[in-house]
């Protein structure tokens, strides 16, 4: 028996239309293990969210995905359809989105959209149901559960919001949850105590966790391995203390010096120069090309291929080898 929860392998997800068509997510692998928490990280526009929408069955026409699986606890996911990855999510799978206010419905009560998938996954009713929501509630350490059971979500602060979502997410005891840069709303000592409580009921429930998140100190707290992500493409894997203790691909290695530095006295942060590109723009070469201070002619000739460079780490440069090496002379003397 695999001890994977989730195995993604060559993804593809393309947005068309008569004039071009693009893939945002191009051909990625993953995995997630049982009890794991994975960090999916990159700067926006890199593919994260659409990744995670892709594994949920939620991308909306015109886009469509491919590849050769998303293998979820033994389930090809790409073969389901939409009826069979209706019942999966919320049961055994849940999602928190980074805005509760525009995923909880207005008019509904916190306590009926919390139970909404109890009743549909577990038939639940009447009493036994209000006492499992009730208990939802207090487990993601909502005060008085009684009281904000019969509350709408304008009524609570955004925090507050944040932990009704988890609540929802975690109601059917799913084997995993994405949470898609969850704490990016709120302020940041709510940030923290949403990161806590996240980490505490994963770890009790030994649920398996996809963070998705464009800040690498996030996931230094909360994260076990990362995928970096950029352009659509992985170009970084490995647990999170050995790539950010040595990060091997030059845009990693541009996010974590963009990283506030403790008793950092300076107003200026450290930035990568420039932005992503477009998928019109992505070229035939390394998509950091534009960006990466050590480009060199191979660069832009062809995509680098994930190579490993330790016995847990990859990346995705022409610079990297086995062993982390860096690199073949022969290419940083013809570099800039
Ligand atoms: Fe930089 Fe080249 Fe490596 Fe891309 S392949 S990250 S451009 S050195």
């Not at 690498?216 to 203390?241: I, N, Q």
């Not at 530095?261 to 998509?287: D, M, S, T, Y």
């Amino acid at each position: 028996m695999s001890s994977n929860i989730l195995e993604v392998k060559n993804l593809k997800t393309t947005f068309s239309s008569r004039k071009t068509s693009f893939n945002a997510v191009d051909g990625i692998s993953f995995h997630v293990a049982k009890g794991e928490t994975l960090g999916i990280v990159g700067e926006s526009g890199c593919g994260k969210s659409v990744t995670s929408l892709s594994i949920m069955g939620l991308v909306k026409p015109p886009g469509t995905v491919s590849g050769d699986k998303i293998d979820f606890n033994g389930v090809n996911l790409l073969k389901l359809s939409k009826k069979e990855m209706r019942n999966l999510r919320g049961s055994k799978m849940g999602m928190i989105f980074q805005e509760p206010m525009t995923s909880l419905n207005p008019v509904y009560s916190v306590g009926d959209q919390i139970g909404e998938s109890l009743k549909i996954h577990k038939k639940l009713k009447g009493k036994v149901l209000k006492e499992k929501v009730v208990d939802l509630l207090k487990q993601v350490g909502i005060p008085r559960p009684d009281e904000i059971y019969h509350n709408y979500p304008h009524q609570l602060s955004g925090g507050m919001r944040q932990r009704v979502m988890i609540a929802i997410a975690m109601a059917c005891d799913p084997k995993l949850i994405i949470a898609d840069e969850p704490t990016t709303a709120l302020d940041v000592t709510i940030q923290a105590q949403i990161l806590e409580l996240m980490k505490d009921l994963q770890s009790k429930k030994g649920m398996s966790m996809i963070l998705i998140t464009h800040d690498l100190g996030v996931v230094s707290e909360v994260c076990d391995r990362l995928v970096v992500m950029y352009a659509g493409k992985v170009v970084e894997t490995g647990p999170v203390k050995e790539v950010l203790r040595n990060p091997s691909h030059p845009y990693t290695k541009g996010l974590l010096a963009s990283l506030p530095k403790k008793g950092h006295k300076e107003k200026r942060l450290n930035f990568i120069q420039g932005q992503v590109p477009a998928p019109i723009n992505w070229g035939n070469g390394c998509r950091f090309a534009d960006r990466c201070p050590y480009v060199i002619n191979e660069c832009h000739k062809s995509i680098p291929a994930l190579v490993k460079v330790s016995d847990s780490q990859e990346s995705a440069c022409h610079l990297a080898v086995e062993g982390g090496e860096r690199v073949n002379n022969d290419l940083i003397e013809t570099a800039r």
